[in-house]
């Protein structure tokens, strides 16, 4: 496997080694010995998988109190997906990456704890599927409003995007809690 660095020092993006033939093809998505040997040494506790169809925008979620890294990949599909710097501790808060993942290129990445995190659906849709460090907590989740200028995200959208009430009504980055 290998680490790519993005441009927000923390979130990284992994392209495993994929052996492929007339059959169709093997990875490791996740190895333990692996991941810490590529400075991810990190404990996960839950694994989630969601479907959704072109143009869902799922984000920017993240929990101050339980507070989640997130090992990311799209089995099916391809989707847009973003990380903010929630840290206000942090010469990069407020800063945001964006980045393709796909079953087609077969990356995985990295959200560290103390970033929000979302993706937008660019196929007609798409599985995702990652492994968190923490526990969902609906308790402690708080959303940054996606759109939010202060972003400088530069969305893929085709047409206004679907979303959950709790995403249209995130907050502002100047209004929305951070960590430390």
């Not at 020092?9 to 169709?24: I, N, S, T």
């Amino acid at each position: 496997m290998r680490r790519i660095e993005t441009s927000l020092p923390g979130v990284v993006l992994l392209e495993p080694k994929v052996f492929g033939d007339a059959r169709g093809f093997f990875m490791e998505s996740w190895n333990q010995r692996t991941l810490t040997a590529l400075g991810i040494d990190v404990e996960f506790v839950q694994d989630n998988h969601s479907k959704s169809q072109q143009g869902v925008l799922r984000g920017l979620h993240y929990q101050l109190t339980q507070p989640q890294g997130k090992l990311v990949r799209v089995i099916a599909g391809e989707v847009f997906d973003v990380a903010v710097d929630m840290r206000a501790s942090s010469p990069h808060f407020g800063k945001s990456v964006g980045f393709i993942l796909s079953a087609e290129n077969q990356k995985i990445a990295w959200i560290p704890p103390g970033f929000a995190h979302g993706f937008y659906v660019t196929s007609a849709s798409a599985e995702f599927v990652y492994k968190t460090t923490d526990y969902y907590s609906p308790a402690h989740e708080c959303t940054l409003l996606w759109n939010d200028p202060a972003l400088h995200i530069q969305w893929p959208l085709v047409g206004e995007p679907l979303l959950a009430a709790k995403d249209a009504a995130g907050k502002l980055l100047a209004d929305a809690s951070r960590f430390a």
